[in-house]
């Protein structure tokens, strides 16, 4: 069952082809005369507001999804949506009230504004953070969960398809972000493409398996049917997974605190648009979150889909370990094999378009971040445009074989998507505790945010292994909540400490103001509309 027919390998290999020539066309077509630094990490003006939303996409839909999603679509159901619904919601406020500032004040890189903001210890701290956490959960888990899906549905080994995906993102990522930025745009097409037609193949696979043919809505109604607690968005106290969404939380708790952490202060997303002016830049990031309600159905709903199946009786042995655990994220290699030949060549391209997408565009901020905040910064600060260059190029590089090496390690993993999810959030609510003081209160010190830089990590380690710590005289605390406690206490440091002494000179040298946050009638109308849509799942869902 574990293999590609000749079909399928023609399917992979013309979108390989086509990938690969596009992005040599691009290279070619739009290289600048003189090497630039500004041009290779930011293609400044060179995208459209659709290859930037794309973009934007691409560089967060990965392995984590269409693997790690569905797993926890199968073992929890449509509730791990709300990571992506939300983002769309999230999307919009940062479109409004946080690319402006950017751009305003020519942020290249998240460590810069720092820089800029509060003074070079927060952002070098920072950007060391952002570079461990990029390299070692980003770049490793996407490596892993790409490699074991390509690994469960040919006859490539596992090692092998880490040795695969390194080089083929290698190949796109050192053209630069232009590159980066339009070949995306292929990737989405194939990986949107691809995803519903395997979600349509899940829903008619299990319609046929209960008489109706191959019906995809007789499919949706025996999803309902057969897994009514798989179709809750909102979880109670008495829910199982309660600790993994806990309850109101997803919607202004945790969520809200990881959302606008990820999509408004990390360098692998807001890099995208940072390179446009700001009317292209928004459209661009309204388009990214049209895109995002489309990512449950087809992540998640085939992991409920096969959740019924396994109820069933079915796939027993592909669903378990050789110790007979059942390990969820199994469930879309699963699904994968079942696919008839040519079709399966075409879910196997959308799967690897997404995971050679995603570890390019975090590749490439990893390189920018190091280049510009690190390199220029501490070790050249004289370095010439084409020494910058050169040095992102060997960060992609270095970066990607570190994350191939590690990536192994992570086989001792159930759910990973909600691995990633927590560990991120170690970072996250000291990111957004800075960033968004950073942006609208004037007074906030360096020292504030020093303190906040630094003190992210220890209290999310306190929260999380208290109750280890304690034997269990400690509550344990769901890490969504753990994420606003942290947040939370953070902020109210800051606070504390920036009300405690003046503001050194020069402490606040960006721009802010009213003006910059005025909207056009076609950006407030798809707003609208996206904002409808989302409260209308969510009270369906409820």
């Not at 661009?284 to 069933?312: D, E, Q, R, S």
Request: hydrophobic share 55%.
């Amino acid at each position: 069952m574990n293999q590609l027919h000749t079909l399928d390998y023609i399917v992979f290999f013309v979108y390989f082809i086509a990938v690969s020539a596009y992005g040599y066309y691009i290279y070619h077509k739009k290289k600048s005369s003189t090497a630039s630094s500004r041009d290779f990490f930011l293609a400044e003006g060179s995208l459209t507001w659709w290859a930037i939303g794309a973009s934007i996409i691409a560089s967060n839909i990965s392995a984590e999804h269409f693997i790690g999603m569905s797993g926890s679509g199968f073992a929890l159901g449509l509730a791990i949506s709300s990571y992506e619904w939300m983002a769309a919601a999230v999307l919009i406020i940062i479109a409004i009230f946080v690319i402006p500032v950017y751009l305003k004040n020519k942020i290249f890189t998240m460590p810069q504004f720092l820089s800029m903001r509060y003074n070079d210890t927060v952002s070098t701290i920072m950007a060391v953070f952002w570079l461990l956490v990029y390299v070692f959960v980003n770049l490793t888990s996407i490596i892993y969960l790409g490699a074991l899906a390509i690994s469960s549905i040919s006859t490539v080994s596992f090692e092998w398809s880490i040795v695969g995906l390194v080089i083929f993102s290698l190949v796109v990522t050192l053209g630069g972000m232009k590159v980066i930025g339009y070949t995306d745009v292929v990737q989405v097409v194939v990986l949107i493409l691809g995803g519903l037609v395997t979600t349509y193949l899940a829903l008619s696979l299990l319609s046929e398996e209960y008489g109706f043919g191959k019906d995809i809505f007789k499919g949706m109604s025996i999803l309902r049917k057969e897994a009514p607690e798989h179709f809750h968005m909102i979880f109670d106290s008495s829910n199982k997974y309660y600790k993994e969404l806990p309850g109101l939380s997803v919607l202004f708790g945790g969520m809200l605190v990881n959302n606008l952490a990820y999509w408004g202060c990390n360098q692998y997303i807001v890099q995208r648009a940072l390179g446009a002016d700001l009317v292209t830049a928004r459209k661009g990031i309204l388009f990214a979150a049209f895109l995002k309600l489309l990512v449950p159905v087809i992540a998640v709903l085939p992991g409920i889909v096969m959740y019924v199946l396994h109820n069933k009786g079915m796939f027993q042995q592909e669903m378990s370990d050789a110790a007979g655990v059942i390990k969820p994220d199994h469930a879309y290699p699963t699904l994968m094999n079942l696919l008839p030949a040519g079709l399966k060549g075409i879910a196997f391209a959308a799967l690897t378009a997404a995971v050679v997408a995603s570890l390019a565009g975090k590749a490439n901020s990893i390189s920018t971040i190091f280049s510009l905040d690190i390199y220029k910064k501490y070790f050249n600060k004289e370095a010439s445009e084409r020494k910058m260059v050169l040095i992102g190029r060997w960060a992609v590089v270095i970066a990607m074989v570190i994350a191939g090496i590690v990536a192994p390690a992570l086989k001792s993993l159930d759910q990973a998507y909600q691995f990633i999810q927590e560990y991120v959030g170690f970072v996250s609510p000291g990111v957004l505790a800075i960033f968004s003081l950073g942006f609208f209160w004037k007074r906030t010190t360096a020292a504030a945010a020093l303190a906040g830089a630094v003190l992210t990590i220890p209290i999310s380690t306190v929260l999380k292994f208290l109750p280890v710590w304690t034997s269990g005289a400690f509550p344990d605390i769901a890490f969504l909540n753990r994420m606003v406690i942290t947040f939370l206490t953070i902020t109210a440091l800051m606070i504390v400490m920036s009300l405690a002494r003046p503001k050194k000179e020069g402490e606040h040298e960006i721009e802010v103001d009213s003006s910059m946050f005025k909207i056009t009638p076609g950006f407030a109308v798809g707003s609208i509309i996206i904002s409808g849509v989302l409260i209308a799942l969510y009270t369906v869902f409820w």
